[in-house]
């Protein structure tokens, strides 16, 4: 069975505080570094290295994203049967 959809709801919710927070204190942390060592650069390759983490944890689908599948409607077989075009009504055009 494919899933078309890797994530369930509280999945990339969990995703999302995951990325924020990665992303948040590698900027802490990278801010603080460059300060102190009054290199910008530094800055912000700490802030990229935050993202690469973030992005190598959040964007692949773990099981850990995966918990709480969602619950699809069964398939109903009646009513998705097309009309015959004689149980058709024929459509009235409006006059102009």
Not at 19 to 32: D, K, M, P, T, Y
Not at 49 to 78: D, H, I
Not at 86 to 95: I, V
Request: aromatic share 14%; charged share 20%; net charge positive.
């Amino acid at each position: 069975k494919i899933n078309l959809f890797p994530q369930d709801y509280k999945g990339q919710k969990l995703a999302e505080q995951i990325f924020q927070g990665i992303i948040l204190v590698s900027a802490i942390i990278g801010f603080i570094y460059g300060y102190i060592t009054e290199q910008f650069g530094w800055t912000v390759y700490i802030v990229m290295a935050g993202f690469a983490l973030s992005c190598l944890l959040t964007l692949p689908p773990w099981p850990m994203y995966r918990r709480n599948p969602l619950k699809w409607l069964p398939v109903q077989e009646s009513g998705t049967e097309e009309k015959k075009p004689a149980d058709r009504k024929p459509k009235r055009h409006a006059k102009s």
